[in-house]
């Protein structure tokens, strides 16, 4: 098998030649992370591809290369991506830009990004096909606020007053939602038109033993959205699979994602998700994309502790329906590339 066969096959609940291996569920640039004599081509089975770029966004970037990464702030496509929402966190004041809305008509002033540009799909098409050329599986983000829907809607409003939307306005929430997810249905179409084989589709609900809001409100505000979202782009790539991100503790809708057609969960974070109870309810039904590492274990552990947890995953969850990965990102100032690469050799060792 190659990488790209070996990551369809896991994320159909199948048992590949070896498990697949990860970085993340969006782009990250393995260069950046390891020396060159500790880097190949071959070291993980999946990459991702950027969503192209506006001329606006391209001549934002260009001024903004010069500066250093701010971690207070995020990195330098995260800053891009605050920009064109017109959110703000280095000023608390100006942070969300729709905070100060009084009115469903004060919601529907607000200008939403473009995302209807044609050559998208084009610059995406080329992309995907770089990526397959390198034998790899190849993904795909959409643009977004943090979040499709939940995250996206709370940095527009603040997070107290979505919540309060969600409750005492729910005609705001609803044309909130409305809003996005039609911005991400358009952006989920072209990445599936362009050909991508995972659709990474990311929203934190969860939060450390409980989620953000009930399952009940979830249910009435994003699953039916999301459900749109990814009927939307299978119309375009019938085989199109479906990862979805989470941090946190999401376990009662992790049913309903599978139901409207999710194939893979991420990053199944140890300390708030039981993957081996996951794995005995799903069965084949979930893949389960992460699982490696607590918060600061790629931080602050030795390269011996960053494998033996790689052993014990696949020794626990079985070598079908897994993709191993980190937990939690590690493309952080503070990872020493020693902990990388030894997650990458007990993957390819192990696995």
Not at 167 to 186: I, M, N, S
Not at 205 to 226: A, C, D, N
């Amino acid at each position: 098998m190659n990488a790209h066969e070996r990551v369809l096959a896991a994320l159909d609940g199948g048992t590949p030649d070896r498990v697949p291996c990860a970085l993340g569920f969006y782009p990250v640039n393995l260069e950046d992370l390891l020396p060159r004599d500790a880097y190949s081509d071959d070291l993980v089975d999946v990459c991702f591809v950027p969503f192209p770029l506006s001329p606006e966004e391209e001549d934002l970037r260009a001024r903004v290369s010069s500066y250093s990464y701010d971690t207070r702030l995020g990195t330098p496509p995260q800053v891009l991506t605050y920009a064109r929402w017109e959110y703000r966190p280095e000023a608390p004041q100006r942070r969300n830009p729709l905070a100060a809305a009084r009115s469903l008509d004060d919601l529907q002033a607000f200008s939403f990004p473009d995302a209807g540009s044609p050559y998208r799909v084009e610059e995406l098409r080329v992309a995907v096909a770089g990526g397959h050329a390198r034998g790899l599986a190849v993904g795909g983000n959409l643009p977004h606020l943090g979040g499709e829907l939940f995250e996206a809607a709370w940095r527009l409003r603040g997070l107290e007053n979505f919540l309060l939307d969600l409750v005492e306005r729910p005609d705001w929430a609803d044309y909130l939602l409305d809003k996005l997810t039609a911005l991400a249905r358009r952006n989920a179409e072209a990445l599936a038109f362009a050909g991508v084989d995972v659709l990474s589709l990311d929203d934190d609900v969860g939060m450390p033993g409980s989620m953000f809001i009930s399952p009940q409100t979830w249910r009435r505000f994003f699953k039916p959205r999301l459900a749109t979202i990814i009927a939307a782009a299978r119309a375009a790539k019938p085989d199109l699979r479906v990862l979805y991100h989470s941090d946190g503790y999401i376990e009662p809708i992790v049913g309903d994602l599978v139901e409207i057609g999710v194939n893979a969960l991420n990053p199944l974070q140890p300390e708030y998700m039981d993957a081996a109870r996951l794995r005995r309810e799903f069965g084949s039904r979930l893949s389960l994309w992460g699982t490696v590492g607590r918060q600061t274990a790629f931080s602050f552990g030795q390269p011996e502790q960053i494998r033996g947890e790689v052993r014990h995953r696949i020794d626990t969850l079985g070598r079908s329906g897994l993709i191993l990965c980190p937990a939690y990102d590690i493309d952080e100032p503070d990872i020493p590339w020693e902990n990388i690469a030894a997650f990458l050799e007990a993957v390819h060792r192990y696995g």
